[in-house]
């Protein structure tokens, strides 16, 4: 353990449906390693955010 090239370990809890969410994504990708994809969408994933201020002023 002492020449790990990771040394910190992350964990993230996820209810029975997101396990799944996520494990249908990882078969798409065909991959079949969490660390690798965790790794992978953490690092160069994204969000999108979306401004609906605007619309729910309009509807009030």
Known sequence: ???RKRKFVLRVPVTPEERALIQQKMAQL???NF???AR???ID???VHIDTGPVRAQTA
């Open 1 to 3: 353990m002492a020449n």
């Open 30 to 32: 065909g991959t079949k």
């Open 35 to 37: 660390s690798a994809y």
């Open 40 to 42: 992978k969408m953490l």
């Open 45 to 47: 994933g994204y969000i």
